[in-house]
């Protein structure tokens, strides 16, 4: 493969003006992933608009420098940075342009440290800089350079390339940081652009432009699980999100760093960058008029855009409709512990509401649960044959239409759950939901509350005991017994996985013990253990 | 004169069958770092699974170019005049755009059609096949074309993933994202509507996506055309044919077997079922 040891402002240009047309190609769909500080949608129209901008002043460079195109490129970008996104990524120019100052070309080194620069400009604008946003790709992005120089690399494209991928998995990483994005399963908007404006950068200098015209950039899509979101308070108002409000405000003497203090309590997100003459400014605020009345006093507003980001949001929603499935229904799961909410939740249920055995929600509780979620139709998982009863009060409470597939336990409510059909509606469902139900057995092993006889079992109190499809059938001295006195009394040769989902009180250590027993007796089953998190029982198994 | 056919290397429509009907089949190209492949034609798909599985790199896909189309239109207009061209999803690749650009590429008076078959496999291959049988029946250019347009919304893909990770780092995973990051292993069952990937359901185990294969195509009354196709494991193909036979002679049933370009994105062990329902008369 070619290297290239260093690079001149001719081709700095190039390369950010390819990069350019490739941030184009997926503006749209980084639009749709937009929604943090405000779900409003514009990040990647933002993004590009402020790159055009950057590209238009970097043609009017004095010379052909590397030092005098950075510069250019930053002048623009500052001129015509929108949103967040776009003055964030003015500070990223900005920081390039101080990084490569005075150079006529650049060498990998060079760039690694006007990268570093990049990313300390960008958290210096900011007043509150949040991590998972471009900010954190910025860094990471900084560090994967610097750590290649580092290492004696010298060749300008294998450097990106190592860099590329660390801002990759920088964004692939973004919704572990910041949860609005984990909770819409979505990776941040800024960030996605930033790695998109760096990929195409690369792509450019490795010779790829007829590749470049044929192909689209690649949206990261995040491993994490999705998460289902907790019920929410019916009619609790909704916060407006107010106006974004940014404009450039030219002058004399001015100091962003003092305007940044006299804005900081007027509102959320705000951005103050600039030099003495010419500062950016942006803001959501419920008050813009006070924010423009300020900034008159010190200079002359240019480029004022004042926005109602409810409206954006309202767009943004009707954008989001497309990128999800049209499923006819929602899917309501009671359960307790962590783990099995998130088991439910990566299962795709709407909402989970907390409950189970000896805690059982109230039918107000499922109530809520089901006016608040986004489907006139929804199917409600009980999951415990004491909340079927409560459940089932729902659909006389309601105008929205509710069934209640009648789960009695956690591995019903589970094979209930993954059997749904994306594209059958919200009857037919009900019927797959239901018929599912035989397709499994449920163990549960718990702890006797009191000294009893059932069943002609002899139980001493808080001896462990087992369930069968909610039937006691056995007790003994170890939950390891209790199960396998269980596991006898199935007909395992037909079944093909085992799930162990093991509670609060119960070890990760005694669940892979037992799955190794279990698949010691029984070779061809396929054995997942899952930390489920529930309380009272310490072991929920699901025979398939 | 006769129509001439021409599809993608994506439709998986065999040599065996593309020489029996008289398709040209142009291919698309996989590439792994550096090296670039021609689908079907430089790679056995055997090879590409193996590297798929073991390289560290993933491969990726690029459509064909305008000008490889554009030479198939030259060398087909020698012998015809009228071309009918069935291409991969709009939505899933550029194949369309660039079979419709070597239109402008060629001076030879002839006329050429190109359908956007909104889907991938086999289930683009029955289309293609509908429109070969009609050809040899001695169709002319409007008939076919309008016949293959016809037969895009009865054409259905069923596919068994075993993982959605190959599909999700394509970047082609489309509204399937709803079923990734779950927690407990699942095998994901996806369709293609609208020309993309979307979710159907998930199961547990390939037997049980056997089962919703085969259930699948239970439910519907009247299919003119099946197909069924592996990646890695035939085996498990064969069995799913084995069981059908009881629903559809299975001489008729075409077995073939899934391109490396969507094995790119389908990964290993992926099965796909096709399904051309017959048209209401």
């Given at each position: 493969m070619s290297q290239i040891n260093s690079v001149a402002g001719q081709e700095l240009r190039e390369m950010f003006s390819a990069a350019t047309s490739w941030l184009e190609k997926s503006s749209e769909e980084i639009d749709a992933l937009n929604v943090f500080p405000v779900p409003d949608g514009d990040t990647g129209t933002n993004m590009l608009l402020t790159m055009r901008?950057?590209?238009?002043?970097?043609?009017?460079?004095?010379?052909?420098s590397?030092?005098?195109?950075?510069?250019?490129?930053?002048?623009?970008?500052?001129?015509?940075?929108?949103?967040?996104?776009?003055?964030?990524?003015?500070?990223?120019y900005r920081g390039l342009a101080q990084g490569l100052e005075g150079k006529e070309s650049f060498t990998a080194a060079d760039l690694a440290n006007a990268l570093q620069q990049s990313a300390i400009v960008a958290y210096k604008a900011l007043s509150n800089p949040v991590e998972g946003t471009m900010l954190t790709v910025m860094k990471d992005t900084a560090a994967a350079a610097q750590a290649q120089v580092a290492g004696g690399n010298d060749d300008i494209i294998s450097v990106l390339e190592a860099t590329v991928n660390a801002a990759g998995d920088s964004v692939a990483n973004t919704p572990r940081l910041l949860k609005v994005l984990k909770d819409a399963g979505v990776v941040d908007a800024g960030g996605q652009g930033l790695y998109t404006i760096l990929e195409g950068v690369l792509r450019y200098l490795k010779g790829e432009t007829e590749l470049m015209r044929l192909r689209k950039p690649q949206i990261i899509v995040s491993d994490l699980p999705h998460t289902a979101s907790l019920p929410q308070t019916v009619g609790a108002e909704e916060i407006p999100y107010g106006y974004c409000t940014?404009?450039?405000?030219?002058?004399?003497?001015?100091?962003?760093d003092d305007i940044r203090k006299r804005l900081e309590k007027k509102g959320e997100s705000l951005i103050v960058v600039g030099d003495d003459s010419t500062v950016r400014i942006h803001i959501h605020t419920m008050e813009p008029g006070d924010i423009v009345h300020f900034a008159t006093k010190l200079g002359t507003m240019h480029q004022v855009s004042i926005r109602n980001m409810d409206e954006q949001h309202q767009d943004f929603l009707e954008m989001q409709k497309e990128r999800m499935p049209t499923a006819d229904a929602a899917v309501i799961a009671v359960a307790a512990g962590d783990g099995l909410t998130d088991v439910f939740g990566s299962l795709g249920a709407a909402t989970v509401v907390p409950g189970g055995q000896t805690m059982n929600p109230s039918t107000k509780d499922l109530l809520q649960a089901v006016e608040s979620t986004f489907s006139d139709n929804v199917i409600i998982l009980p999951n415990n044959k004491n909340i079927v009863l409560t459940a089932e009060q729902v659909p006389s409470l309601t105008k929205k239409t509710v069934k209640v597939v009648p789960t009695k336990t956690i591995p019903q409510g589970v094979v209930a759950l993954l059997s749904f059909d994306y594209e059958a509606d919200f009857n037919t469902n009900v019927q797959i939901m239901e018929k599912a139900l035989s397709s499994v057995r449920s163990i549960e092993v718990t702890r006797a509350v009191r000294s009893t006889k059932v069943n002609g079992l002899k139980i001493k109190r808080k001896q462990p005991i087992g369930l069968l499809d909610g039937d006691l059938v056995a007790v003994g001295d170890s939950n390891i017994d209790v199960i396998n006195q269980v596991l006898a009394k199935i007909d395992l040769d037909k079944a093909e996985i085992v799930t162990i989902y093991y509670g609060a009180e119960a070890e990760s250590a005694e669940a892979e013990q037992i799955s190794a027993i279990i698949s010691e007796q029984h070779p061809q089953l396929q054995i997942e253990v899952i930390r489920g998190g529930q309380p009272h029982y310490s072991y929920i198994i699901s025979i398939e | 004169m006769t129509v001439k056919l021409v599809t993608d290397s994506l439709s998986d429509i065999t040599s065996d069958m593309a020489g029996a009907l008289g398709i040209t089949v142009v291919p698309l190209y996989v590439r792994f770092g550096e090296e670039v492949y021609r689908d079907r034609v430089e790679m056995t798909t055997e090879e590409f699974y193996r590297r798929l599985v073991s390289e560290d790199t993933l491969p990726s896909t690029t459509q064909p170019t305008p000008n490889d189309f554009a030479e198939v239109y030259k060398n087909l207009a020698k012998e015809t005049d009228e071309i009918l061209v069935i291409v991969v999803s709009s939505k899933l690749s550029g194949t369309y755009q660039s079979a419709l650009q070597a239109k402008d590429l060629i001076k030879e008076k002839c006329r050429i059609e190109i359908i956007d078959s909104l889907s991938v496999a086999m289930s683009m291959g029955l289309i293609v096949i509908a429109a070969a049988k009609a050809v040899q029946a001695g169709a002319n250019l409007d008939d076919v074309a309008d016949l293959a347009r016809r037969a895009v919304p009865r054409s259905h893909l069923i596919a068994y993933f075993d993982t959605l990770k190959y599909l999700a780092k394509g970047g082609r995973i489309g509204k399937a994202q709803s079923l990734l990051g779950s927690v407990l292993s699942v095998k994901p069952i996806l369709t293609v509507k609208d020309g993309e990937m979307s979710p159907l359901t998930r199961v547990r185990s390939v037997n049980a996506g056997l089962d919703y294969l085969y259930n699948v195509v239970a439910g519907f009354s009247n299919i003119e055309g099946l197909a069924v196709e592996h990646a890695t494991t035939p085996d498990d193909a064969d069995k799913l044919v084995e069981r059908l036979s009881t629903l559809f002679p299975k001489e008729r049933i075409y077995r073939s077997i899934i391109s490396p370009v969507v094995g790119t994105y389908a990964g290993p062990d992926a099965l796909a079922l096709s399904i051309l329902e017959a048209e209401n008369k």
């Open positions: 901008s950057t590209m238009e002043e970097a043609y009017r460079a004095p010379d052909h590397a030092s005098g195109v950075a510069q250019a490129m930053a002048k623009g970008a500052l001129m015509g940075a929108r949103g967040n996104s776009g003055v964030i990524l003015s500070q990223i940014e404009f450039m405000l030219k002058g004399e003497k001015l100091e962003p | -």
